[in-house]
């Protein structure tokens, strides 16, 4: 996300949605010989028995049923993303497809009652599901809405039982330069500080709208989108919402995510929605609907400021909106 550094793509920010989903339907259109060569063998891997299927769908919870705008369609969703792991442009579904879902386990440890580490099936026998559709709003000044299933992180902050000490959560995604060639010090990763990792303070994750996504479109979210686990954080920047997640740390200490490692300048910890304080290279004012030509204003906390605005009295002095 920053333009200062050779891995950095900077046009993939400013590609029109118009002209991106021209060239996908164009390869989706290709056929024979040609779709051959233009398209990975990734229908074979989608055929792969996800052991959660049957948990979809779950109830829509009432509060969070409508985002005010259209759900953003399942094709634009799933291939238009940002997972660094598997390449620095949005086009990385096709990649994705080799992130192995299963076995998947996640460890928790520091400073809990007892660390240990659950198996994503057995954690998904352990809540309860539900749906939500929440507005999600990248740093880069694009959004799109989701439809969500998964469950509340204050769910799992539960069942971890931190010790009084801990006041963060820090979460980390896989590590596996073999199957996330993103991650290959050789290729574009080279100088990124791997693995993916984002921070949360407890209050934070304990609020209702943190969530847990292990869903989306009512069945296991995709691979592109972070699967089989990742949090979404709906009144932050995107890139606070780490997918594939494989660790949860709980920690007295405030955890330097990826990005803040990167480019702390433009990058921090809190990174709270804000129209008004632009990011040092361009303006948060308004934002690019995805999967149409609108752009609308962009509105604090991203219009979750009823939940969340109280955890940040007293805060005034931090960096609360980059
Ligand atoms: N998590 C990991 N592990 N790797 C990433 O590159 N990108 C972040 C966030 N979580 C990222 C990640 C950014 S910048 C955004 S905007 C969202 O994921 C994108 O989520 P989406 O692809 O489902 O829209």
Redesign the pocket.
Known sequence: ?TAKRPWNLPERCVTPESAYLNRRSLLAGATGAAAATLLPPVSRARAEADPSAGLYTAPLNGRFADAGRAVTPEAI??S???????GTS?DIAAAAEALQVRPWTIAIDGLVETPRTLGIDDLLKSVTLEERIYR?R???AWS?V?PWTGFPLRALVEQAKPLASATYLRFE??MDPEMAP?QKPSLFGGGLPW??V?GLTVAEATNELAFVVTG?YGKPVAK???API?I?LPWK?????????VKITFTDQRPAS??EQLQASEYGFWANVNPDVPHPRWSQATERVLGSDERIPTVIFNGYGEWVAHLYKGLENERLWA
């Open positions: 996300m969703n799933t238009y993303n940002n997972f660094y792991e598997f949005k999600h990248c740093v880069e799109m989701a995604t896989f993103g693995p993916y984002e989306a592109s989108m972070g990742r979404h920047y995107g890139f606070k919402s780490i997918k594939s997640i990826f990005w």
